[in-house]
T-cell receptor
Framework: KQEVTQIPAALSVPEGENLVLNCSFT??????LQWFRQDPGKGLTSLLL?????REQTSGRLNASLDKSSGRSTLYIAASQPGDSATYLC??????????FGAGTRLTVKP | GAGVSQTPSNKVTEKGKYVELRCDPI?????LYWYRQSLGQGPEFLIY????????DSGLPNDRFFAVRPEGSVSTLKIQRTERGDSAVYLC????????????FGPGTRLTVL
């Protein structure tokens, strides 16, 4: 059974810092990995989707990498802003239907 | 709007009652997913529709839970004889055709069973 772990569970940084969020998964036979943002009381907003054949994806200040063989993905956020404060979730699709989520990293960016 | 919508946004019910939660996917998306998210956890898969049929319902916790998508668009998640442990946020997502496509999520329905 695929297990997804996100470290750290919570992170607080001053505005302007670059930061890295980590996601690890136990089964490397994946179709894709997706990073989401979730604001309190809200649904999930898709940030980046990395297919199994890809190693990274970039969108603005966000860069996500994927290393299937080691079962790891990182989300890099450059020049963090208070508006980046949210919970970040990674999700791994290990077959056509089943997407497994980590518990998330709660990020606070202090002005 | 162009996104996934869910109604109601909040539902409070009493133990033992029946509830229905509705999801309107993005127009043209053939794949639809239901998830359940407990406080402090990531979403857990419940059921996946491809068109009108439930392609995978392996995540439904027991036979009190049922979902339909009769015309391949709107879906309804139905919970019978609700229990306090059913309290959670129920999220719906859709994607263009399933499989490797990006999933787009609705805002969720917060269900509270008293």
């Amino acid at each position: 059974k695929q297990e997804v772990t996100q470290i750290p569970a919570a992170l607080s940084v001053p505005e302007g810092e670059n930061l890295v969020l980590n996601c690890s998964f136990t089964d490397s036979a994946i179709y894709n990995l997706q990073w989401f943002r979730q604001d309190p009381g809200k649904g999930l907003t898709s940030l980046l989707l990395i297919q199994s054949s890809q190693r990274e994806q970039t969108s603005g200040r966000l860069n996500a990498s994927l290393d299937k063989s080691s079962g790891r993905s990182t989300l890099y956020i450059a020049a963090s802003q208070p508006g980046d404060s949210a919970t970040y979730l990674c999700a791994v699709r290990a077959n056509n239907n089943d997407m497994r989520f980590g518990a998330g990293t709660r990020l606070t960016v202090k002005p | 709007g162009a996104g996934v919508s869910q109604t109601p946004s909040n539902k409070v019910t009493e133990k033992g009652k029946y509830v229905e939660l509705r999801c309107d996917p993005i127009s043209g998306h053939t794949a639809l997913y239901w998830y359940r998210q407990s406080l402090g956890q990531g979403p857990e898969f419940l059921i996946y529709f491809q068109g009108t049929g439930a392609a995978d319902d392996s995540g439904l916790p027991n036979d009190r839970f049922f979902a339909v998508r009769p015309e391949g668009s709107v879906s309804t998640l139905k919970i019978q004889r609700t229990e306090r442990g059913d309290s959670a946020v129920y999220l719906c997502a859709s994607s263009i055709s399933g499989s490797q496509d990006e999933q787009f999520f609705g805002p969720g329905t917060r269900l509270t069973v008293l």
